[in-house]
């Protein structure tokens, strides 16, 4: 059988779809950047930046649900922007969640493999320094960082179901953490840490220049919303795209939107905020309560939470790859499906093995920045394709489309825009060199290699 004529299974349904969208959600934003920012930009308001940060995803999520029930074909905003605003556009969108995804899946990793040797340690199994640093920090390699990047790579080279049954599993395992973490800190509350609720002001420069506020904030913990979109990379996989993508979508962002407000209000009422800037906050403010073993839960939370964001993320990298090659815009052979597996084999194995390169030599943590301007960019694309397309497509069915007429798509366009404008200027120098390679590779082969060429 040729591999070239061989098509992704559609066997996600709406369910699958909301846990991976829970998968790819709940993760880093609770274990890590929830202690992050109320320490050091937005005290309590952190529980603000999250609600505007949910905002901005949320105006999104109904710009991706009415064009993956309208478009259907090759999902995420790389296909929604080509068929808007034709293949140049599409290929620099494209091009930036490659960058977002890529990035996204090796940063997480070395977060993942910081909890786990915790857990090895807690056992007396603990790994040296040389093994679980990066060349940049002292050591040789992070060797569990580069070594679930491979696990993970081998299974999403047996099949999407299986992956979103482990999905399934680490999200229920997740979830009943945080429900542990939220009934047993509540208890602990003292109305009093959240005074005062914004030390920082909404918007502000810390001596250094970093940006700071609830602003600033809702800026880095846009990172907690960073893969939602994956979601709308499986619409081949799915059973009923047009009913599914946008079901699963919205659900899966209404429900981590309220677990991340809960747990920051939480977090920040248990313990000063000032506490807070540490590598696993959750687990630090249970241990500073006393509560040893919920701590030691959480711990194990974490892992779970960390795998299925992984998971997610890598996983829509790979279908975005297989979109851009199916169309002319990548090499061919990224796109060629297993007849065994069902799967892009291809893409899965590249990609796996760079991650887990990056993951194991690369201190990759200062890049969260970078990703969130990436999917900024691409949510202000997407909002802007639902307007786009109304004007020009009035008559194409639309099995979801957005109430209120184009009122959630400009918010979407003015959050997200607005919360890239709180990016420091860096964080835009390193995005344009990225935009900068793309714009060349495009010139040099993908612009003569397009189908549609």
């Known amino acids: 059988m040729d591999a070239n004529k061989v098509k992704l299974k559609q066997v996600l349904t709406a369910w699958d779809l909301f846990f991976m969208g829970i998968g790819a959600i709940i993760g880093t934003g609770i274990f890590v950047l929830t202690g992050l920012a109320a320490a050091t930009q937005a005290g309590p308001g952190v529980i603000v930046s999250f609600l505007i940060a949910g ?43 490659v960058l977002e995804y890529s990035v996204s899946v090796a940063a997480v990793s070395t977060g993942w493999s910081g909890y786990f040797n915790h857990g090895l340690t807690a056992i007396g199994l603990g790994l040296p320094d040389y093994l679980i640093k990066a060349p940049a920090e002292g050591g040789l390699v992070n060797l569990p960082a580069a070594s679930i990047i491979l696990l993970l790579l081998t299974l999403l080279v047996v099949g999407a179901k299986e992956g979103a049954r482990l999905n399934a599993v680490m999200v229920f395992v997740k979830l009943l953490t945080i429900t542990i973490f939220l009934v047993i800190g509540v208890g602990y509350v003292n109305p009093e840490n959240w005074t005062p609720f914004l030390p920082f002001g909404w918007f502000d420069h810390a001596e250094s220049g970093k940006p700071i506020g609830v602003l ?185 489309m957005i109430p209120g007429g184009m009122t959630i798509p400009l918010l979407g366009i003015v959050f997200c825009g607005g919360l890239m404008a709180f990016l420091p200027a860096e964080t835009w120098f390193r995005f344009g060199l990225w935009v900068l390679l793309g714009v060349f590779i495009f010139a040099v082969y993908g612009r003569k290699m397009s189908l549609s060429s």
């Open 216 to 400: 600033a904030a809702a800026s880095l913990v846009f990172f907690a919303y960073v893969g939602f979109d994956a979601v709308s990379t499986a619409t081949e996989e799915a059973k009923d795209p047009q009913r599914d993508i946008p079901r699963g979508l919205l659900w899966a962002l209404v429900v981590c939107s309220a677990i991340y407000m809960l747990v920051a209000a939480v977090l920040t009422g248990m313990v000063p905020y000032t506490e807070l800037n540490v590598a696993s906050p959750v687990a630090h403010a249970l241990q500073l309560v006393g509560m040893n073993w919920a701590s030691a839960l959480v711990a194990t939370g974490a892992i779970a939470g960390l795998t299925t964001v992984m998971l997610v993320l890598y996983y829509a990298l790979t279908r975005i790859l297989y979109a851009m090659s199916v169309d002319g815009m990548l090499p061919r052979f990224l796109s060629q499906v297993s007849p065994r597996f069902h799967t892009p084999v291809n893409a899965i194995v590249i990609t796996g093995l760079i991650i887990a390169v990056m993951a194991g030599f690369f201190p990759l943590g200062t890049l969260a920045e970078l990703v969130n301007v990436g999917t900024l960019a691409a949510f202000v694309l997407v909002s802007l394709a639902v307007i786009v397309l109304r004007r020009s497509h009035p008559h194409l069915p639309r099995p979801f």
């Open 55 to 97: 905002l901005a995803a949320g105006f999104a999520a109904f710009a991706y649900a009415e064009l993956a029930g309208m478009l259907g074909g090759s999902g995420s905003a790389y296909g929604y922007a080509r068929k808007a605003f034709g293949e140049f556009v599409g290929w620099l969108i494209g091009w930036v969640l």
